[in-house]
């Protein structure tokens, strides 16, 4: 609970900090707030909503176009993450950096400036009084690669502390957790708050929030929504959920596009009782059954990294799975998330990433139809709009918006039965979105469309059903036209607020 | 765009270095080396001038020189073309040397073992001289796609497995019958002796197998399949997977002309030049790694292995006519060969930036 | 009876033999740690071979020539760390470039000297009591010379430096997550210098060895291959200075029996053995994915670090 003393300073303000990437994205638009120490001050937001790059920037990755921050009131200037270190700044990334093979006490001692002959020796009583001041119980001669990821996490917090830290910043900590630790977390968040901490927790699940949470500031779109203690949401907690995520998701979502009715058609991908496992091992696509047509677009919503992307590669068979899956006639087209490492190979020239995906069927006698490709690829770049002075020119060389349509032309050009798009409009310019957009769109008509997204315009605009994902299950599964008027309770399934519903 | 900061130069990424850029870095890179070379002559008593006016008359200049040369890039020219569709699905194979010797190896058996009727000899040469260096570049990609061995390792190490399998056969089973001190195996029946021009020493088959090979992999890599699918993965190998190419098959292909005409050229030197199994130092004159750099400089244009294996024959013979003409040790070969390497990699570095002073608004 | 001694005699050779390999190898590990490939240690190698035993046979000074030698190699090596950290370039032509150079140029050098013998020694040991250690003692304490000792310190020294030192943790990290260790404000690129000039300067005293002590004279591509071996070693250790120590003189061993058992056994059919088991070694390591993430190369090995702009 914030004291209304006032002696009672921030820590740390953030005063009017915007940030815009090249290519045109505003990320942070004028965001100013204030960190208090002795709290927990949730950061709330949907992806791209800004939170983790106004946290890069206060950890010294990226650096401000405008603003400034004040530290104990007083302006200080953050041109690297060794500078944030030295202001007491630490940062738990949603990756972590550590060394596998290194043992925790070696990662922690790494550029600490320890002694020369005995560099653990230091960091092993660090540890051990860190252990009991905070219940943060990790060997210290364990190799990092053996260790679970709460344990993990542990060391990045411990390495923090080491250093002096006294804001810790915290980007989607309980991502990777499960419950448990998650609570084990909490509890060390808990006793680090008592001794005069700050901590920032970047989230998107309301449960923590109002778990764990002193304040609270929302961002939505770069901007700041609501700054305000815990204390001053509605009484009961689904009241305050609902609350929080309109806060999230906003309260209208204004349509731009015009949809068409379609039939639908036959089931062109069916999944029954999927469960996928990521690289490391852990489950994160749960029980997952849905089923998309001919002539619709089905949208799967959610925050990412919520199973979307184990998702997709099980169903273009990237990546093992258990349960059913099942492809009807025709071409599955795929619009990977990863244009430039995974969708086009840069180096290339238009042409040759025109028939990435396709180049068995200009090949036939094993050699390459050079006419036809070249053909292909006028045709293409004409029909999508793709702006390039010729045909040679590098994918490197186009913009986004450019790079996407080249994809939209090849993989559309296809003839897929399903098309599985993901994040298609991420990080694009509004006529490239618009362009993306009416070509899903038209596309809709001969083929069955899979559209992974955590926009909530794009997926209301676009989709005909939507299943919102949660943790790697389907939470319930919404006719769009429906769904335009349960915006907040859309909100709330995005962030874990509802319970699952799904009927299969 | 990345800026570095750096108190009088700007140092930009340049877009797409031009052709001519390129052209002219690469010239240049070479005039520096024998630039520099020309303070070893002075070391030696030497004038560089005159030094380099005696080579060029003797190896350009005259039509034994030419000769000499274009024999000694026959194998240059072989091994070069393969290392570079290697290189181009980002395959770092440095066993250009063991996959030669492997080859020559085949190529003895055929000729003093195999019991082949004298017509069909000289094809089975080939054919065997291909399977060895092919079977030798094989084993280094089966360990790489299946076992994730490094093929830097793999490569190297068969290398001196391959030499010592031939010192074993020289000083061993194949040991030849007039031995004069030094080992060798038998010399090659008539039969198996490929033809020259004239009284050169150039075996026109294995060059003509040579050239062929040259339009073969340019027609590979502009025109077909296999070399969209080799490109793809030597750029993005994530993108390759979305695509669907398989990487062990495109990289079997691959290692399997990488190394077979490798092969083939080490059963041209032992069946065209030396007519025996000899020591591998004077069956390859080091001619595995020198093809690195002849690939290396052709910068991914097939043709132009053409010149690039007839530049670096030219400088082998210039160590002989260094050798012969003022007593200096071949061993200048490689010192040329070092230092055009170390130009040329930096000046790819360097390429990629457009290095220009700061003017005072920066 | 004759087969113990014949034992005892073997191994003591092998840590005659296997002394300049692990001087070579116990650089390159360096070098390696700190994440670049270095396949020039034939050219330092031969560099420090020749100078080390001009500069012994010019002042008739053995120590002058060991430190020659590997100064040379260190200077040799610092073409390469300029090449590979600062440019960036691909670490495997770099080193490639430098080992055709260096072989070259001793070539070009050497020219007058072969053949000249060097009439320069250093001490050869045999130390009283620790000699009279059963089986131990014949092995290490007879007849050793100063360098098999130096040898062995320095292996003890680097091993120590490598795994307990706070400068090894961070030449450690810096070759798994060169990204990791920027961020915490190590210089990575200072650390992979010194990294490549150590394994130059390990490099050429190895090449001095042979010139100085196993061979007292010159001769060109005197180390016939033994840089190649080095990097086989490096592998075949595991990047350890301990595992260099047994694994030269397992080599060292090898390399003297297939003189010992020529009339029986093909000599080369021995010398394969160091390179078939470089290469069998990452094999069974790869098998096994945890071995491998614990024991296997530096994560970061041959790739160039760039700081990532925005």
């Excluded at chain 1, 992806?47 to 920037?57: E, F, V």
């Excluded at chain 2, 070893?40 to 008359?57: D, R, S, T």
């Amino acid at each position: 609970m914030r004291s209304s003393n006032l002696e009672h300073q921030p820590i740390v303000s953030i005063r009017g900090i915007t940030k815009v990437f090249p290519g045109g994205l505003t990320a942070n638009d004028d965001i100013s707030l204030d960190i208090y120490p002795g709290e927990i001050h949730a950061l709330l937001g949907e992806n791209g909503a800004g939170k983790t790059t106004l946290m890069n920037i206060l950890s010294g990755i990226y650096r401000a176009d405008e603003g400034v921050f004040f530290l104990y009131g007083k302006p200080v200037q953050i041109k690297s993450p060794k500078d944030a270190i030295q202001h007491g700044i630490g940062m738990v990334h949603q990756h972590f950096r550590l060394i596998p093979p290194h043992s925790v006490a070696e990662n922690i001692a790494l550029g600490l400036g320890t002694s020369f002959l005995s560099p653990l020796k230091m960091v092993l009583k660090t540890i051990r009084e860190f252990s009991l001041q905070y219940n943060l119980s990790i060997h210290p001669m364990a190799r990092i690669c053996d260790l679970s990821v709460g344990e993990q996490q542990r060391v990045e917090i411990v390495k923090a502390l080491i250093r002096g830290a006294n804001i810790l910043i915290l980007d989607e900590p309980t991502a990777v957790l499960t419950p448990q630790e998650a609570q084990e977390l909490f509890f060390i968040l808990g006793k680090m708050k008592s001794e005069g901490k700050a901590i920032i927790f970047i989230t998107h699940k309301l449960e923590e929030v109002l778990e764990i949470a002193d304040f609270i500031t929302v961002l939505r779109k770069g901007r700041v929504v609501d700054s305000f203690p815990v204390s001053r949401i509605k009484e009961t907690k689904e009241d305050a959920k609902k609350e929080l995520a309109s806060m999230m998701v906003g309260k209208e979502v204004i349509l731009k596009v015009d949809k068409e009715t379609v039939t639908p058609g036959d089931t062109v991908l069916n999944v029954e009782n999927l469960h996928v496992h990521n690289d490391r091992g852990v489950e994160t696509v749960r029980v997952v059954s849905f089923s998309v047509r001919k002539g619709e677009i089905f949208a799967i919503l959610g925050v990412a990294g919520n199973g979307q992307r184990e998702l997709v590669e099980a169903i273009v068979g990237l990546r093992g799975h258990t349960g059913v899956i099942f492809k009807g006639n025709g071409r599955a087209g795929h619009i990977p998330e990863n244009r430039l490492t995974m969708g086009t190979v840069p180096n290339m020239n238009l042409a040759e990433n025109m028939i990435l995906t396709c180049y068995r069927d200009y090949s036939k006698t094993l050699f390459l139809d050079l006419t036809r490709i070249l053909e292909k690829t006028r045709k293409g770049i004409a029909d999508f709009r793709v702006v390039a002075p010729d045909v040679k020119v590098l994918a490197r060389q186009l913009s986004g918006g450019n790079v996407q349509r080249l994809i939209l032309a090849r993989e559309l050009s296809q003839n897929p039965g399903l098309l599985i798009a993901e994040q298609p409009t991420h990080g694009l310019d509004v006529r490239s979105t618009e362009d993306v957009w009416r070509a899903l769109l038209d596309q809709r008509k001969s083929a069955g469309i899979l559209l992974v997204s955590g926009d909530l315009e794009e997926v209301l605009s676009l989709s005909d059903r939507i299943g919102v994902i949660f943790q790697g299950k389907i939470v319930n599964v919404l006719e769009s036209s429906s769904a335009k008027h349960r915006i907040e309770e859309i909100g709330l399934m995005m962030t874990g607020g509802v319970r699952n519903t799904q009927v299969s | 765009m990345r800026n570095d900061r750096m108190r009088f130069l700007k140092i930009e990424k340049r877009e797409n270095p031009s052709w001519k850029v390129i052209v002219g870095v690469s010239i240049a890179a070479i005039l520096l080396a024998f630039f520099i070379i020309g303070f070893v002559f002075v070391g030696y008593g030497i004038n560089p001038v005159k030094a380099y006016i005696e080579i060029l008359i003797e190896t350009v200049g005259n039509v034994y020189g030419l000769t000499q040369i274009i024999w000694q890039s026959i194998p240059l020219m072989l091994c070069g073309v393969g290392l570079l569709l290697a290189f181009k699905t980002s395959f770092w194979n440095i066993g250009a040397e063991g996959q030669l010797l492997m080859g020559a190896v085949a190529a003895t058996w055929v000729t003093l073992f195999s019991g082949f009727p004298g017509f069909i000899m000289i094809p089975m040469i080939f054919a065997f001289g291909f399977a060895g260096g092919a079977v030798w570049g094989l084993l280094s990609a089966l360990l790489k796609a299946k076992f994730r061995v490094n093929e830097v390792i793999t490569t190297l190490m068969m290398n001196y497995i391959a030499l010592n399998i031939v010192l074993y056969l020289i000083h061993g089973p194949w040991k030849g019958d007039e031995m004069r001190g030094f080992a060798y195996t038998n010399s090659f029946p008539e039969s198996c002796c490929l033809p020259t021009i004239g009284i050169t020493y150039i075996h026109w088959p294995t060059l003509l197998i040579g050239l062929l090979s040259i339009c073969l992999i340019f027609l590979i890599l502009t025109r077909t399949r296999l070399g969209y699918e080799v490109k793809v993965i030597g750029q993005s190998r994530q993108a390759a997977r979305y695509a669907g190419i398989p990487y062990f098959r495109t990289i079997f292909w691959v290692m399997l002309i990488s190394g077979g005409l490798a092969g083939i050229a080490g059963a041209g030197e032992v069946a065209g030049v030396h007519h025996m199994l000899r020591h591998p130092d004077q069956v390859s004159l080091g001619y595995g790694y020198t093809a690195i750099i002849v690939a290396w400089l052709a910068r991914g244009n097939p043709p132009l292995v053409i010149l690039t294996s007839f530049l670096f024959g030219a400088i082998y013979v210039a160590g002989d006519v260094l050798q012969l003409s003022f007593g200096f040790p071949f061993q200048i070969v490689n010192v040329f060969t070092g230092l055009i390497l170390f130009f040329l990699i930096s000046s790819e570095s360097l390429m990629q930036y457009r290095i220009t002073l700061r003017r005072k608004d920066d | 009876m004759q087969w113990e001694t014949w034992v005892i005699e073997t191994l003591r050779r092998a840590l005659a033999y296997g002394s300049p390999l692990l001087l070579g190898t116990m650089g390159e590990i360096y070098s390696e740690r700190s994440g670049i490939l270095n396949l020039g240690v034939e050219g330092m190698m031969i560099l420090g071979a020749f100078v080390g035993f001009f500069t012994a046979f010019v002042t008739g000074n053995p120590w002058l020539g060991f430190l020659m030698g590997a100064l040379v190699g260190g200077a040799a090596s610092l073409i390469h760390a300029f090449l590979s950290v600062t440019l960036r370039v691909i670490q495997v032509v770099s080193g490639l470039a430098l080992t055709l150079f260096g072989l070259g140029l001793t070539g070009v050098l050497g020219r007058g000297w072969e053949g000249k013998p060097l009439r320069v020694s250093l001490p050869v040991f045999y130390i009283p009591y620790l000699k009279d250690i059963p089986i131990l003692g014949p092995i290490v304490f007879v007849e050793q010379n100063v360098f098999v000792y130096i040898g062995i310190g320095l292996a003890l020294i680097l091993w120590y430096l490598l795994f307990k030192t706070s400068w090894g943790i961070t030449i450690r990290s810096v070759g798994e997550d060169p990204a990791t260790a920027d961020a915490l404000g190590i210089n990575v690129s200072l650390v992979r210098y010194l990294c490549v000039v150590i394994g130059g300067l390990l490099a050429g005293m190895g090449g001095a060895y042979l010139s100085i002590i196993y061979r007292p004279s010159w001769t060109q591509g005197m180390t016939s291959g033994m840089g190649w071996i080095v990097i086989a070693l490096t592998i075949f250790s595991f990047w350890h200075p301990i595992g260099a120590l047994g694994g030269s003189y397992i080599f060292g061993s090898l390399f003297y029996l297939s003189f010992r058992l020529q009339p029986w056994v093909a000599p080369e059919l021995l010398t394969i053995m160091p390179y078939l088991f470089t290469i069998l070694a990452p094999l069974l390591l790869n098998l096994h994915k945890k071995m491998r993430r614990r024991m296997g190369a530096p994560a970061a090995l041959g790739i160039p670090y760039s700081r990532e702009g925005e």
